[in-house]
């Protein structure tokens, strides 16, 4: 298995035919373009406290490319550096991408014909309390139908250098899952979307498992065939519908100031 990794300059974006728009739902703001450099604002918590200015990042974008049989990939993934949770950033994105292009390959026989896998990460936030990105793929064999569409996320604490998972974000997730599932097929079928797949909402963390916040609320990504139908799907669920199920931590955190 061969891999290489050259860096290109370039605005991330997401990839086409899998956006939120075409799900009926708003994205999070993006963070800014890749190569930029900016002064991060002082912006004040919950309680009023300023919090201190930090250095903001940097982001560049990187090909992770390879190949191993009939098989290949070409993966863009944002590249943060500057303050020192840069080094975490870069080290969960790509663990991210790997295990999927790990998982693709582990499929692949001898004999099959050529299989690509290409993929996109955006940041979607970038604060002075996280940084978030999502990273969807397309996975096309040569001579099927159509392709495997998936999606994956990193959230990280900027402070504590750490990945914020469900368990921190919900006080109850079970619980949490149980109420939000009714109220993303509701946001579905107002998006003309119906959820035929409704196993696909259960109350267990594989089914919740990517997600990013942004200044509107949580939203959101469902794997193809997840919910029902070809293609993943991204809904955002609003701060009203989902911020009493926050735990204090995650208020600070993710909430809107």
């Keep these: 298995m061969s891999t290489s990794h050259p860096a290109r300059w370039g605005a991330a974006v997401l990839l086409a035919g899998i956006t939120a728009s075409a799900c009926g739902a708003e994205p999070a ?13 002082s912006p004040s ?6 919090i ?11 090909h992770l490319t390879g190949s191993d049989g009939t098989f290949t990939w070409d993966v863009t993934v ?3 550096a500057g303050p020192a949770v840069a080094g975490e950033v870069n080290r969960r994105v790509t663990a991210s991408t790997d295990h999927v292009v790990e998982a693709a390959a582990a499929t692949v026989l001898e004999g099959d014909p050529p299989r690509l896998l290409t ?7 970038d604060d002075w309390r996280t940084v978030q990105v999502v990273l969807e793929f397309v996975d096309f064999t040569e ?6 569409m998936s999606v994956t996320t990193v959230v990280l604490d900027i402070e504590r250098e750490r990945p914020v998972v469900l368990g921190d974000v919900f006080a109850d997730p079970r619980a949490a899952f149980e109420e939000l599932a009714p109220v993303v097929e509701e946001i579905a079928d107002a998006a003309g979307q119906p959820v035929t797949e409704p196993e ?11 997600w990013q916040s942004g200044e509107d609320g949580i939203a959101f990504w469902f794997q193809d065939h997840q919910l029902g139908g070809h293609g993943t799907r991204q809904y955002l669920v609003p701060w009203d519908r989902v911020e009493h ?13």
């Design 52 to 62: 201190p200015a930090r250095e903001a990042l940097r982001w560049d974008e990187e």
């Design 45 to 50: 918590t919950s309680s009023g406290e300023p």
């Design 200 to 210: 696909g909402l259960a109350p267990q963390e594989v089914n919740w498992a990517a």
């Design 78 to 80: 944002p590249r943060a």
């Design 119 to 125: 993929g996109e990460g955006t940041v979607t936030t």
């Design 245 to 257: 199920l926050l735990t204090p931590g995650a208020h600070e955190l993710l909430a809107p100031v």
């Design 29 to 41: 703001s993006p963070a800014e373009a890749p190569g930029s450099t900016t002064t991060a604002a």
């Design 143 to 148: 001579g099927t139908a159509h392709p495997t």
